[in-house]
């Protein structure tokens, strides 16, 4: 059964960076892309954009400011996301999610969900 | 910008029904554009309820059900229980990119 654990909360200083991870378990972790996706708290969800885990390209949302980037390590089934210049509007949970389906052609739904990860920045 | 708009709240009896729409300032919306519905509950992460306008997981109730209405996409939900009470947030595809709805918060009472 797929799973995805994401790693625990993080506290950060504005302008700083973060990596959060995301580890893959219990199905083959280059026949799914990685969705990214965040919730401020109190708001809903919001799309980052998605990783290809056989090429490793990413494709970032429209809007994006550039400070996001996703990565992999495909020898431990793990995606990452790097957030730099952190803003206070950057906190919030951020999910990553197993694209199931043709995610280059927007026919994928994201199941499983990672259970969150926290990231907090204080000014 | 893009904007995918969705009922703030909508409250529904027990064993009543209702239907929440997700609409897009491009446009009418259409199967190209993939509508996904998914269901949050408090403290949870989200899960994929419909996808591809129509299509149903093996843990989707019969008594929910995804279409196209009036250049919308539609999530209906046909007798509903207290358990169905929930945030709903459609996702839609655009070239490449997707965006999320603002989310219905539906209330069971």
């Known amino acids: 059964q797929a799973h995805l654990v994401q790693s625990e909360s993080e506290l950060r200083e504005s302008g700083a960076s973060v990596k959060i991870s995301c580890k893959a378990s219990?199905?083959?972790?280059?026949?799914?892309?990685i969705n990214w996706v965040r919730q401020a708290p109190g708001h809903g969800l919001e799309w980052l954009g998605w990783?290809?885990?056989?090429?490793?390209?990413?494709t970032y949302a429209q809007g994006s400011t550039g400070r996001f980037v996703f990565s992999l390590d495909t020898s431990v089934s793990a995606a990452y996301l790097e957030i730099n210049g952190l803003q206070a509007e950057d906190s919030a949970i951020y999910y990553c999610?197993?694209?199931?389906?043709?995610?280059?052609?927007?026919?994928?739904?994201?199941?499983?969900w990672g259970q969150g990860s926290l990231v907090t920045v204080s000014s | 910008q893009t904007v995918v708009t969705q009922e703030p709240s909508l409250t529904v009896s027990p064993g009543g029904t209702v239907t929440l729409t997700c609409a897009s300032s491009?446009?009418?919306?259409?199967?190209?554009?993939?509508p996904h519905w998914y269901q949050q509950k408090p403290g949870q992460a989200p899960r994929s309820f419909i996808y591809?306008?129509?299509r149903k997981h093996s843990w989707t109730p019969d008594r929910l059900s995804g279409s196209l209405h009036g250049g919308k996409a539609a999530l209906t939900l046909s007798g509903a229980l207290p358990e169905d009470e929930a945030d709903y947030y459609c996702?839609?595809?655009?070239?490449?990119?997707?965006?999320f709805g603002g989310g219905t918060k539906l209330t069971v009472l």
């Open positions: 990783i290809n885990t056989i090429t490793g390209n990413p």
């Open positions: 999610a197993r694209g199931v389906g043709f995610c280059s052609d927007g026919n994928c739904y994201l199941d499983p």
């Open positions: 219990g199905y083959s972790f280059s026949s799914n892309g």
């Open positions: 996702l839609l595809y655009y070239n490449g990119s997707r965006i």
């Open positions: 591809d306008t129509v």
């Open positions: 491009t446009g009418a919306v259409t199967s190209g554009y993939h």
